[in-house]
């Protein structure tokens, strides 16, 4: 598959979202409940953001908003979409999850959540990502084109 | 708050477990790769492996590669050349593996190794082939 061009802060961008919006759900919680549906609807943002890239929340707020006043720099880097397409997936998938367990077992549903926000911020702060990796494995097990 | 501290125990605790489980199985596939072998060379060489899907790879790992100075790079696709990823075992990307002029495996890093590390890396190998050179003078 041919390499193209990603802007890789609008990448950054959607994890600082992914990030903010799991801690301020978390935080939050502690002093007023049902601000935990930001979980869901996080879970939405990113599911719709993968099949509909038009969709994607903070790409678009970066390529609406940011970018255009200069607010966040571009930075493009050659590079495949798919493997950060299924990470954003897999954390929407992942956070879909931890809604579902959220009334029943909510220690469950929050540490899922928290373990998202993690493996986002060490895409963000490291450039370790996660579910590339995984992409990666699918690949080399022949489940995937990687 | 009892909810969010168990939570974050929970989370805080998995991440511990994946950390410990990532350690031991580093451990293990550069124990398995140490002394696996490549094509010899008359200098010390570094094995990259890396994939169209590695991001790391182009934004790290390649732009570390280029501040080592005359040193061979072989870039080797860890999808399309799965028999050689898979003898140095391979389990992540990038990987890179610091070779030994008489084509073993000296060094194995998995993921992003900086060039500090690999500029070391390979003053060992040299110096490794130095003393056995000596040593067999």
């Known amino acids: 598959m041919a390499l193209t061009t990603v802007d890789h802060s609008a990448l950054k961008v959607n994890q600082t979202g992914i990030v903010a919006t799991v801690l301020v759900a978390f935080i939050g919680s502690l002093f007023f409940r049902p601000i935990l549906v930001l979980i869901p609807l996080l879970a939405v943002v990113l599911l719709l953001g993968t099949f509909a890239p038009q969709l994607a929340l903070f790409k678009q707020m970066y390529f609406k908003v940011l970018k255009p006043r200069g607010i966040v720099k571009p930075r493009p880097v050659q590079d495949r979409p798919e493997p950060h397409n299924f990470a954003q997936g897999l954390g929407g998938v992942f956070l879909a999850i931890s809604s579902v367990l959220l009334l029943p077992v909510p220690v469950l549903g929050l540490a899922l959540a928290l373990l998202v926000a993690v493996l986002a911020f060490i895409n963000l702060a490291f450039s370790y990502c996660v579910g590339c990796q995984i992409y990666y494995q699918l690949g080399k097990a022949g489940l995937i084109h990687a | ?137």
Not at chain 2, 13 to 40: I, K, S
Not at chain 2, 102 to 125: C, F, I, M, S
């Open chain 2, 1 to 137: 708050m009892n909810t969010q501290l168990w939570a974050l125990a929970v989370a805080g605790f998995v991440v511990l477990v994946a950390a410990g489980l990532e350690a031991v199985r580093a451990a293990r596939a550069r124990r398995l790769a140490a002394g696996a072998v490549a094509a010899p060379a008359s200098e010390p060489y570094i094995l990259y492996f890396t994939g169209e899907s590695c991001t790391i790879c182009r934004t790290h790992q390649e732009p570390a590669l280029a501040k080592l100075e005359g040193v061979r790079v072989d870039k080797v696709d860890a999808i399309a050349e799965r028999e050689l990823a898979e003898r140095f075992h391979v389990y992540t990307l990038p990987t890179t593996v610091v070779m030994g002029p008489d084509g073993r495996a000296l060094h194995v890093n998995y993921g992003y190794a900086p060039a500090t590390k690999l500029d070391r890396q390979l003053a060992e190998a040299r110096n490794g082939s130095t003393l056995e050179h000596a040593a067999t003078a």
